[in-house]
């Protein structure tokens, strides 16, 4: 299996030359179907140079749901376990897509929508101006719980703050955008660098393989390149492939961010309730307290349960039945009352563990 190349042919053809379980993640920018009639004019009567590609153009809904259906399958093949998938549509195709992943077994984990800064407007002004596009990210299955996420890696990209399925990017234009020696734009449906740089960021480690089976004009390889993927590009446009083996080799540096690594979550020494009571930590009949926010009080029991208002239950399943939500972290909501401070019930576990480990 090459690496760090663009192959040439039809993605279906070539992509049942990989081995099984070889790829780290797939990136998919397939053509959308876009089914257009007319070509589409400004108010000042120039035309908008739209998708009208013959790679776009299919016959029917039923030959473009078994292209996609024969290209999904194949990927889902060549997916590792840990691996997953991106496919990014318009409203043209990302519902047919959808559920042509869900039949073929995979497990949507987000759908995360890019909203452009700068849409084309609408210029007939028959319709609101569209001015997004979703991508699907899936795992190989519902079973398959260890893909890669970094979510703290990204939290950091987001200024510290958890990010969101909404991704506010521009259209590619500029200096990023390629364009043929006539000076038009080279590919019809470029990507901003920014896009991929998000998604490989998110859900790669360095060195892992990704694959774009749509490879244009090498914006995945080329964003992979700059945080330290590797890839795979699959082209059969054959302009195409020399923009981007042009664009991919003439890369001499990195982003900052590729030598960012997900920090490791620190496990906890798991430690039953009841423990505490045995070590004395806390004592049956003791009360437990919530924030000002619940006003609640529970108190201990012999056996490590919680009795509130005549219901009997684990610290986590009290805490959730108060807060009305289907789960609770009970060490982290509850509170006892120690020197006529309130100290948080995770403050006792960590006292025992230390006195455990002898620190």
Known sequence: MQINTVIPGDCLEELKKFPDNSIDLIFADPPYNMQLKNALYRPNNTKVDGVD???????????????????LSEGRRILKDTGSIWVIGSYHNIFRVGNILLNLGFWILNDVTWYKTNPMP?????????????????????EYKKYTFNYNLMKKYNGGKQMTSVWQIGLCIGGERLKDEDGKKAHSTQKPEELLKRVILSTTKQDDIVLDPFFGTGTTGAVAKKL????IGIEKESEYISLAENRISSITGFFPEADWVEEEKEKQDKVAFETLLKENLIKAGEPLYTRKTYGATAFVLSDGKLEYKNQIGSIHRIGALIQQTPSCNGWKFWYIMRDDKSVLLDDVRNEFLQRKNGI
């Open 53 to 71: 590609d013959a790679w776009d153009k299919f016959s029917s809904f039923s030959e473009y749901d078994g292209f996609c259906a024969a290209w």
């Open 122 to 142: 609408n210029f007939l002004g028959t319709r609101f101006t569209n001015a997004t596009e979703t991508l699907l990210w899936c795992s190989k299955g519902e």
């Open 228 to 231: 330290k993927r590797r890839f």
